[in-house]
């Protein structure tokens, strides 16, 4: 469960880190022994709902404000008088169905504000202060300069600023410039460690397990990257090729990790990353653990993750397209495809005047784009000054479409190189070829992705994922899902790494769902994840012949599997059990599919239940849970059923 989503009846419109405590109060009474979180970092970038991101951070190191509890602040009469004040406000935000990201961060600022100039000596002078800003000055300096300059210029972009990279005689130069500024920071930085550490250690003292979330990448406008920009690669973009719920790809919009450069430095960015959550979390998710074999590089030319390649990755040369019979110039395969009988199938009668405006003729009915549109990051710029009408929004995909018509990729590093385009295949490039080259293709493209980088990905993750492995105590568990190298399930084994199963995404091509009496010890085991539907969801989406089958070849279940408009409680339990009772080391859950084992706490909407849709570039990460902690508390008879569940699956 995001942190945000939490809800007890006295937050302020959105969960916070004191929130936590009542989470562990019901987790247990019911005999769950870890929660999970999503990352719990700064994403402050824009000050508006677009920041709601939580893999976004501007600082792996600093915590988000919004999960501040703003009564935790101060005891005075002063204080107490401001949060009588603002207790409407308060109830108004926490009556509502989603997180107002905006309107809260704004009015905990607005407290934090008022309440500063009062508390601010007795907290800098303290010996816990003192302690904690010793051992965090090293990111808690650069990440207040960052803030300040942020709201100073109005931006996150730190190539627009004087100050295009932090200097070590920053801190000072702003301490004379703005001090309260650059405190307020500290300040608030330092009171949510101090909550969170509180959250911490009451879960332990009631056996419970947190477990953390650590993002592949950082925002490309961040403190790390402004900090420490010869480990980032900003002229490429972090995201994944396509799969079924994301035709044209992921584009996360990250920077890529400079790896030699993290390499030469012993990897100390990384070591000081884990070593940081550790004060935190006894285990952590890494996010797209993949990412540590290979990264999928998109060009920043580009704005679908289609038109990405793998890095590192062992190229296609121009000799091996030779081989295959490629006798014609490359560039026919790595150009947009864009002939005469594709303009009049795309754009039917109106072809003429798109082709005027977008194109310009070349030889034997075959277009180019022009110039001010030659790639997709140009042509997304022009439609963004447009009206979002729905003939836009579908002419600027039909060209985005074109543009991703190609078989292959030129390599930006090698001067004949080039990597597969993911999906060639459907592309009016490769169906306009010979059927023998297609063929021929084929045979490269495969022997490309599943065989060639092989030994490179798997020598990479040996390289990196021992190292991290050895700087925390934290059970590392990889989110390893997605297009994975065959040496991935090899390296997670020998290397003790805990692997990720979700049922209703089985890693067997072909197979309905994951069979989860085969999962090794060393994983994790879940129906849903905070980027997919809930069960409930997932039931819907479904025909009735596959619920069918997955309630008689799954659940090994007699009869008609229930039909209707919902996923009854008492299957969705069943789903829950069967979980439970798979050989994994943790088998975990989303709130919303606990809760969905009652039938009374369903949603209206279901769709509101998932927390984020990865298809959608603007997502609004704001998702509540329906009911209070105070109220899941008072629930006897199903918090009974669901510990009685995990004690007779002897977990």
Not at 106 to 125: G, H, L
């Amino acid at each position: 469960m995001p942190v945000f989503s939490l809800r007890t009846e006295n937050s302020f419109g959105v969960g916070d880190f004191t929130d936590l405590k009542k989470a562990v109060l019901w987790a247990s009474a019911t005999g769950l022994k870890l929660i999970q979180l999503l990352p719990i970092h700064d994403t402050t970038a824009t000050h508006s709902w677009r920041d709601s991101y939580p893999y976004a951070a501007i600082s792996v190191h600093a915590l988000h404000p919004l999960y501040l509890d703003v009564n935790g602040l101060s005891q005075s009469t002063a204080a107490t008088k401001l949060l009588a004040s603002m207790e409407p406000m308060r109830q108004e935000l926490n009556q509502l169905e989603a997180v107002d990201y905006e309107a809260v961060l704004k009015c905990k600022w607005q407290i934090v504000k008022a309440i500063f100039p009062n508390e601010k000596k007795a907290v800098f002078t303290s010996a816990s202060y003192q302690r904690f800003f010793q051992a965090n000055k090293h990111w808690l300096e650069p990440y207040g300069c960052f803030s300040v300059l942020r709201d100073k210029y109005g931006t996150a972009d730190f190539t627009t600023w004087s100050e295009t990279k932090y200097q070590p005689e920053l801190p000072e130069r702003l301490m004379q410039l703005d001090a309260e500024a650059l405190l307020i920071q500290y300040y608030v930085q330092y009171h949510l460690h101090q909550q969170l550490k509180s959250a911490v250690s009451f879960a332990h003292d009631h056996h419970c397990v947190l477990k953390g979330d650590i993002a592949i990448g950082v925002f490309k406008n961040s403190v790390d990257v402004w900090q420490n920009q010869d480990l980032f690669n900003v002229g490429a973009q972090a995201g994944a090729p396509p799969d079924d719920f994301t035709v044209s790809g992921q584009n996360w919009g990250f920077p890529t990790y400079n790896w030699p450069q993290m390499k030469a430095t012993q990897y100390q960015w990384w070591k000081s990353r884990l070593r940081h959550m550790e004060q935190y979390f006894d285990a952590t998710r890494i996010d797209h653990i993949l990412g540590f074999f290979r990264i999928w590089s998109i060009p920043v030319s580009a704005v679908e993750g289609i038109l990405g390649y793998f890095q590192p990755a062992i190229p296609i040369y121009e000799e091996d397209l030779k081989q295959i019979g490629v006798h014609f110039p490359v560039n026919r395969l790595y150009e947009p495809y864009i002939h005469i009988k594709e303009l009049k199938k795309i754009f039917s009668d109106s072809f003429q005047q798109i082709a005027d405006e977008f194109l310009e003729m070349g030889e034997e009915g075959y277009f180019q784009f022009k110039e001010p549109y030659n790639n997709q990051r140009k042509l997304d710029n022009y439609f963004k000054k447009l009206a979002p009408t729905t003939y836009h929004k579908w002419l600027r995909q039909a060209l985005m479409d074109m543009h991703a018509s190609v078989v292959l990729i030129k390599d930006p590093n090698s001067d004949n190189g080039y990597h597969f385009r993911f999906n060639m295949q459907h592309t009016a490039s490769f169906k306009s070829l010979h059927l023998s080259l297609q063929h021929a293709l084929n045979e490269l493209y495969h022997d490309y992705f599943f065989n060639r980088q092989n030994q490179l990905w798997k020598k990479e993750a040996l390289e990196k994922l021992p190292v991290l492995k050895n700087a925390t105590q934290m059970l590392i568990c990889g989110e390893d899902l997605g297009f994975t190298p065959n040496s991935v399930p090899e390296v997670m084994h020998d290397l003790g790494l805990l692997g990720l199963y979700v049922q209703r995404m089985p890693k067997m091509m072909g197979e309905m769902a994951e069979d989860l009496s085969k999962v090794p010890y060393l994983s994790v085991v879940s129906p849903s994840t905070h980027d997919t539907s809930s069960l409930r969801g997932w039931w819907l989406s479904l025909s009735h012949s596959q619920q069918q089958l997955y309630y008689r070849q799954v659940l090994h279940q007699h009869g008609e599997s229930p039909t209707g408009h919902d996923l009854p409680g008492w299957l969705n339990q069943l789903i829950i059990r069967h979980h439970l009772q798979s050989p994994a080391m943790w088998s975990i859950f989303l709130m919303q599919d606990l809760l969905n084992m009652e039938d009374s706490l369903h949603i209206a909407e279901v769709d509101k239940e998932q927390i984020n849709h990865p298809e959608n570039p603007d997502q609004y990460w704001r998702y509540r849970m329906p009911v209070s902690i105070e109220q899941l508390l008072e629930l006897k008879d199903f918090n009974k059923n669901l510990k009685e569940m995990v004690e007779s699956a002897d977990r």
